[in-house]
Structure formats: structure tokens, C-alpha cells
């Protein structure tokens, strides 16, 4: 997951490098504003892959759990056996 992670920010950063490159090129933005606008873009897409992760792995829990809803940061035996249909 992290050999993913890393190539598709790669991605996105190349992505956003351009991006910003036409901006500039069109007088949208400034020489010193295009290193701000690919670090605000990088942050976002970090906050939203964290999102995506935490949901993903969130709903993957549930699943495992049979559909019961049990705090994420307790132990199994901390909650107790959870009932099979």
C-alpha cells in the first residue's frame, strides 16, 4: 500500500506541476504562487486519501465484526465475543 501511495502522489505531484505550469503561462497565477498552489493541492489529496483509507478500513472492520459496531481502537477481548448468525 505505501509502494501505491507513494507512486500516485508521484503522480499527482507531476500532475499539479503542470497544471500550475499552465496557469502560469496564462497569467492566472504568479511564479511565486505556483509552488503554494502544488503544496495546497498535495496537502488535499493527503487529506483525502487519509479519508478514503479510514473509511475503507472502518468498513472492512464492520464487516469482520459481522456488521456490529465496536470502537476501532479496542482489542477484540476488550469488547467481549461477538455473536454469529
Known sequence: MDLL???LLGY???GLTIAAGYLLAHGLIQQADQQVFISAAL???GVAWSTMNKLIHDSEL???RNGALVPAMLPPA???PVAKA
Open 78 to 80: 476488550a469488547v467481549g
Open 43 to 45: 496537502a488535499l489529496a
Open 5 to 7: 501511495k507513494a507512486i
Open 62 to 64: 464492520r464487516e469482520a
Open 12 to 14: 499527482a505531484r507531476h
